[in-house]
Structures are given as C-alpha cells and as structure tokens.
C-alpha cells in the first residue's frame, strides 16, 4: 500500500473520515482517529477529543492528511 496525500483545504470542516491519518510534522506522530476517544501527538500540535467534537491544530502547517490506498500507482492519473 502506498500513501496518498490529501489537501488540506480550509481549516473549518476538517475531512475527520475513517481511514484518513493525521501526522504531525513537527514530531511526526501519525493519528488515526476512530481508533480511540482521545488523540494527541507528542509535542501536542494535534489535540482531538472525539467526545467534545474537539479538534486542534496548532500549527496547520506541520499537519499532513493522508490515506492508504492499494490501487494502481497510476490511480490519480486519467481513468483508462
Ligand atoms: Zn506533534
């Protein structure tokens, strides 16, 4: 399986799905939520609490989003 980066696109309505990974780069702790209530990397620029619907990101820019996927490596390229 490969990583697949997803763009961040505006801070309200973050993409929270199952199956979308959190790292931090900054400390570079990768969060799955929907594993647990309560997320938080290492040096505490990601801050999720599942049960107050809380989400935290301190430094946006040391956030990446991704997802796994075992399709083709062509898979973002035009379908054939
Ligand atoms: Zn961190």
Redesign the pocket.
């Known amino acids: 399986m490969r990583e697949v980066t997803i763009e961040i696109k505006s801070l309200d309505g973050w993409p929270i799905a199952a199956g979308t990974y959190y790292e ?1 780069l ?2 570079g ?1 990768i969060i799955e939520p929907f594993q647990g209530k309560v997320w938080r ?6 801050d999720f609490d599942y049960g107050a619907a809380r989400f935290v990101v301190k430094v946006p820019s040391k956030l990446r989003l991704f997802r796994y996927s075992d399709g083709p490596e062509e898979e973002d390229g035009p379908s054939r």
């Open positions: 931090c900054a400390c702790t990397c290492m040096c505490e620029n990601l």
